[in-house]
């Protein structure tokens, strides 16, 4: 059996190293023009850890990250609302929390594939199947045929988008800048934390190497000119009424290190499965970053696939096995971490207040117990 996997992200390659690792020819097709280890900091749970280590590559990626303990949830002066314990939820999975910069994740993915299974400068705009085969068509170069074929090009997926040309992307409200830089002391040990105001959201995590990732969300509408292309100063001014050490962090972070991106979901959809196309990642299920879930949950994606095809010879049912896996499960995930974003960026003061002055009161039982789901994932 031959598969083609289309997009070299996190989902592509893990998925590709899940299925060579059960002997199954697997050739991804990437648009970048070479392997770019770019991005900037992402979170990895420990359901998504536990999925790793199912693979034999969770040592390894560990070794990358930095262990995480405890969320920190603060007001605009820096009051703690609710501390979130992650002890409990690593208990049960027996893996950690961790923070690890994306192209680390990516480069480890890389080294645990065969030589020669990425091919680059292959972008792909079109695909058609029949009976017997999907082929996929290039923007240059040859087309390629193979039993099936894995979209697992993002949210912005032309795969997806020929499916289903009702799927686009949708936009959460609001646009965040995302930057990387040295700790100097400034971020406690094994700690993330998020200061929520009316003006804008910031967050800020622990990284290996004595690094800092951040976050800087502010409410606006979509693709705003406004806030295109500003300089560090330019966004650290947009968080000034922040505790100091936020508008500092950005101020200091070199411009090359900062990303700017429009928050996007897409409406959870109801199939992954399309004859011999499978939708995997963000391509099926982009979620808002709010969870910490996008890199996890396309993990999940990939050795759930690699299962099915372990535990069923029909190759049909190994495809309904991940649709049933994973459909509901993502969708899930889709909606509370659009609620938990809308609930933190909110702009009305009244309504902010009476936020904060409530939630230290919601017991951190009833938050955990919301979600157990992650943790309590089956993959096999």
């Not at 200061?195 to 502010?218: N, Q, V």
């Not at 659009?338 to 009161?361: H, T, Y």
């Amino acid at each position: 059996m031959k598969i083609a996997i289309i997009g070299g992200g996190i989902g592509g390659l893990c998925t590709a190293v899940t299925l060579q690792k059960q002997g199954i020819l697997v050739q991804v097709y990437d648009s970048a023009p070479s392997f770019r280890p770019v991005g900037a900091g992402i979170g990895i749970g420990s359901n998504a850890m536990q999925a790793l280590m199912d693979i034999g590559i969770g040592n390894d990626v560990f070794a990358n990250g930095y262990e995480l303990h405890s969320l920190v949830l603060q007001n605009e002066k820096g009051k703690p609302l609710k501390v979130a314990s992650f002890s409990d939820f690593s208990k049960r999975s027996g893996q950690k929390n961790i923070t690890i910069h994306r192209g680390d994740l990516h480069r480890t993915l890389m080294d645990a594939l065969a030589p020669g299974t990425v091919q680059y400068g292959k972008k792909c705009v079109f695909v058609e199947q029949d009976t017997e085969k999907v082929t996929a068509f290039f923007e240059e170069g040859t087309p390629i045929s193979a039993d099936f074929l894995i979209a697992a090009d993002g949210i912005h997926s032309p795969i997806r988008q020929k499916l289903l040309p009702e799927s686009k992307p949708r936009y959460a409200g609001y646009t965040c800048w995302r930057g990387i830089t040295d700790n100097n002391g400034r971020v406690e040990e094994y700690t993330s934390s998020e200061l929520w105001s009316t003006k804008g959201r910031f967050g800020i995590a622990p990284m290996k190497g004595g690094r800092i990732y951040w976050f800087a969300c502010i409410n606006s509408t979509a693709r705003n000119p406004l806030y295109q292309n500003l300089s560090p100063a330019n966004i650290a001014q947009l968080f000034d009424h922040l505790p100091k050490y936020v508008p500092d962090i950005i101020a200091n972070t070199s411009l090359e290190h900062i990303l700017h991106h429009d928050i996007l979901d897409i409406k959870p959809l109801r199939r992954f499965v399309y004859g011999k196309i499978v939708l995997l990642g963000d391509a099926a299920h982009a979620t808002t970053p709010n969870m910490g879930q996008g890199a996890g949950q396309a993990i999940e994606d990939a050795i759930v696939l690699g299962n099915g095809f372990k535990r069923f010879k029909d190759p049909q049912k190994a495809l309904k096995f991940y649709e049933d896996k994973r459909v509901a499960r993502t969708a899930k995930v889709i909606r509370l971490s659009r609620q938990i974003g809308a609930a933190a960026q909110i702009r009305s003061r009244p309504l902010a207040a009476a936020r904060d002055f409530l939630f230290p009161f919601v017991p951190s039982k009833l938050l955990q117990q919301r979600l157990k789901f992650l943790y309590d994932v089956e993959l096999e």
